[in-house]
């Protein structure tokens, strides 16, 4: 797969445990966004950057999920005292409006044990 | 808040024939994108063909076509001449087009699995 990177691709941990996972966009296009995506459902939106500046967070992201995106290029989001229900592909997408259009990356899957 | 519904878990193709995905959704604006996905099993998501609201005209994309039609809010994937390398879960999405509203995250469907019959 080329574009957008994220690493790594898999991730098993114990509940309890923090994680931190890591989205490489491939341009300089200034949106970034998170999705979630459990078994049997479509993505669901957890938090938008718009250069480095986080301007949108979902009801989903809860207290222990932090995301940052310094200097507005690769972006990371960490997880705190993981728990089973967090068990998903975590997935990062770059965008810009001109081409209404968002590269997705392959997604971080999650297994908390 | 926006909603999107794809009604067909699963569905299944002969290889060379033509199959046609639904997708219905549910907004108050007038002003909107609308867009199919395709997951295949392991790789990341690739966009297929998008569709903005004010053309009436519906999208086309080589093989991949939409019906597009905005008073019933319905918005099918037809996909002609199947070929194997079309087996993906297949997503429908929305964006608002309201400049106003953020993020312009996506909306996403539950997903069509489709399979290509040889």
């Known amino acids: 797969d080329t574009g957008v990177s994220q690493d790594p691709r898999h991730k098993i941990t114990k509940r309890g445990q923090n994680v931190t996972f890591r989205c490489d966009p491939i341009?300089?296009?200034?949106?970034l966004y998170w999705y979630r995506q459990t078994l049997g459902q479509g993505p669901e939106f957890l938090t938008y950057f718009q250069n480095e500046a986080q301007l949108e967070k979902s009801r989903l992201l809860s207290d222990r999920f932090s995301a940052e995106r310094p200097k507005g290029s690769f972006s990371t989001l960490e997880i705190q005292r993981t728990e089973q229900g967090d068990s998903a592909m975590y997935l990062c997408?770059?965008?810009?409006?001109?081409?209404?259009?968002?590269?997705f990356g392959p997604g971080t899957r999650l297994t908390v044990l | 808040a926006q909603t999107v519904t794809q009604s067909q878990p699963e569905m299944s193709v002969q290889e060379a024939e033509t199959v046609t995905l639904s997708c219905t959704y549910d907004?108050?604006?007038?002003?909107?994108?609308l867009f199919w996905y395709k997951q295949p099993p392991s790789r990341q998501m690739i966009l297929v063909i998008r569709q903005e609201a004010y053309k009436q005209q519906n999208a086309t994309e080589n093989r991949f076509s939409v019906n597009f039609q905005k008073a019933a809010k319905s918005f099918s994937l037809k996909i002609s001449d199947s070929q194997l390398g079309d087996a993906a879960m297949y997503f429908c999405?929305?964006?608002?087009?309201?400049?106003?509203?953020?993020?312009?995250?996506?909306?996403f469907g539950k997903g069509t699995k489709l399979s290509v019959i040889p």
């Open positions: 999405a929305y964006r608002s087009g309201d400049t106003l509203a953020g993020s312009y995250q996506l909306t």
């Open positions: 341009s300089e296009h200034n949106r």
């Open positions: 907004t108050s604006e007038s002003d909107y994108y």
């Open positions: 997408a770059e965008g810009d409006t001109s081409y209404n259009e968002q590269f």
